[in-house]
């Protein structure tokens, strides 16, 4: 056993990959005409991304920026004037969430409203901010864009930690595949609490047509429109594995009709951005989850949370101003007889401690019945997908 040098628990990465080994073997193998398929979902927050590119920014610098950079943000500077927040010469994330939950009162609460402040300027000002995310994470990690005519990401070859988790899904793939469960039967799906473009080129990267990978994810809504094409000219579309962006995408444009949403997943300069800007939810003391999108997704993601036999959460740590997703999450095992059965992998760099007992807050049947399973690698994604990837499938 290896004692988590800040944590004060015991944790083992070695148990931790036997037990994912040993039940994606029995999970795989079961009679698939008496038996549900398996469902495994993944949980990906920052870490993910990170583990795909170390330059992706966590939140903390995502978020964090001096005030010399809102110059050009007009109405967000009027916001933060009228509420007296212009003698900061630094916003960190702590100060981002408490302006963003100061905003979201001041959208949901118009009676309470400063005297200087309405739905206009307070809309502008939440377009301008999730303008200047996008221009930052643009600045420090570059989004990829799809080629225009193909509708295919960059072909640029992978690197060593990139071809380590092309390796482990891919694995995944093919014991799918073997399984008899049928040959278009996904297995594995994903929740994200990140706005990249990560899944959707770790998804082509393994998928075996030339098509484009939007033809195989189902997002929670249908667009009207993927990539300037109208979702009539596309070809028949798959949609048989979920990718649920429960925070937004750079990628999501509501139509300026009001009627439904875009996917654009193409190279697009800052002023397009700013006339246009992609729909994020922004961190908050108290995240408002109040726009069409989010109330059709989140059912979505409950019922996939449901239907899941195993969880694998990474790089997400649970925190407490996220209350809602929190909740999402405790959907796996709503009640104790739900969790019977089920198993949760966390794969996570910092302090297991406390995000062992976030995770047994949310899920109080682990604490009742030993229901979920909790299986906890200290460590990178990456490692756990190298170390794993040869191993899946192998028959003992």
């Given at each position: 056993?290896e ?13 931790t990959?036997?037990?994912f ?6 999970l ?10 398996p ?6 927050g ?32 009027h ?10 010469q ?8 408490a ?6 009162m001041?959208?949901r ?25 996008w ?14 005519g ?70 929670g ?31 999501l ?18 002023r ?51 209350a ?17 059965g ?9 302090n ?17 019945i ?6 906890y ?20």
């Amino acid at each position: 056993m290896e004692e988590h040098a800040t944590s004060g628990i015991e944790t083992s990465n070695a148990s931790t990959q036997e037990a994912f080994v040993a039940l994606m073997q029995t999970l795989l193998e079961r009679d698939p005409i008496g038996m549900p398929p398996p469902v495994v979902t993944f949980w990906c927050g920052a870490g993910f991304s990170k583990a795909w590119d170390p330059r992706a920014p966590t939140d903390g610098e995502l978020f964090s920026f001096d005030v010399e950079e809102l110059e050009a943000l007009p109405n967000l500077r009027h916001i933060l004037h009228v509420m007296g927040w212009e003698q900061y010469q630094r916003l960190d994330f702590e100060r981002f969430k408490a302006l963003s939950y100061a905003m979201d009162m001041q959208v949901r609460y118009p009676d309470i409203r400063n005297r200087y402040i309405d739905s206009q300027n307070l809309g502008l000002a939440i377009n301008e901010i999730r303008a200047l995310i996008w221009r930052r994470f643009h600045a420090r990690c570059d989004l990829h864009a799809i080629s225009d005519g193909s509708l295919r990401f960059d072909d640029s070859p992978p690197s060593e930690g990139q071809q380590a988790m092309l390796d482990f899904f891919s694995a995944l793939e093919r014991c799918a595949r073997r399984s008899g469960f049928g040959p278009l039967w996904p297995l594995y799906h994903f929740i994200t609490t990140n706005y990249d473009f990560t899944l959707e080129r770790l998804q082509e990267r393994i998928e075996p047509s030339g098509t484009p990978v939007f033809d195989r994810f189902y997002r929670g809504i249908t667009p009207s429109s993927i990539c300037g094409r109208s979702i009539w000219e596309q070809a028949p579309r798959r949609l048989d594995r979920n990718l649920l962006k429960i925070n937004g995408g750079f990628e999501l444009q509501s139509r300026s009709d009001g009627f439904g949403f875009d996917f654009d997943y193409r190279a697009r300069d800052e002023r397009e951005v700013r006339r246009d800007p992609p729909l994020l939810i922004l961190p908050s003391q108290v995240q408002d989850y109040g726009e069409r999108y989010f109330q059709q997704v989140f059912p979505k993601a409950v019922r996939l949370l449901r239907e899941t036999s195993v969880l694998v959460i990474v790089g997400y740590s649970m925190p407490p101003e996220d209350a809602l997703l929190r909740f999402i999450l405790r959907q796996l095992a709503e009640s104790p007889d739900d969790a019977r059965g089920k198993h949760v992998f966390v794969v996570d760099t910092k302090n297991h401690a406390t995000i062992r007992a976030r995770l047994e807050e949310l899920l109080f049947s682990i604490g009742r019945i030993g229901w979920p399973r909790e299986h906890y690698y200290s460590g990178k994604f990456e490692h756990f997908c190298a170390e794993l990837a040869p191993r899946i499938g192998q028959r003992g």
